[in-house]
């Protein structure tokens, strides 16, 4: 369980405010829930795995990034 000790207003999107009723200290699963909506509602989502071990991460030659995952599919090459 996180118990975070910062408060909201120190980490926040800035064209996505908190919801009016979040404490200034949000819980873990309130943190998560709010930025699960942000990345659902701007489509970032797709870039990212929650709950993922990366065994390993390799630059190449042409600026792409080999990943090696502990489960799931296993290399992924990413740009950028």
């Known amino acids: 369980t ?11 999107f800035p064209d996505e405010p908190w919801p009016k009723d979040t404490p200034n200290f949000p819980s873990g699963k309130q943190i998560q829930d709010y930025m699960e909506e942000y990345a659902n509602k701007h ?7 929650c709950s993922t071990e990366v065994k390993s991460i390799t630059r190449n030659k042409d600026d792409t990034w080999t990943l090696m995952f502990k489960n799931g599919p296993s290399p992924q090459v990413f740009h950028g």
């Open 2 to 12: 996180l118990l975070p000790q910062t408060p909201k207003h120190m980490y926040h």
């Open 43 to 49: 489509g970032l989502s797709k870039h990212f795995k």
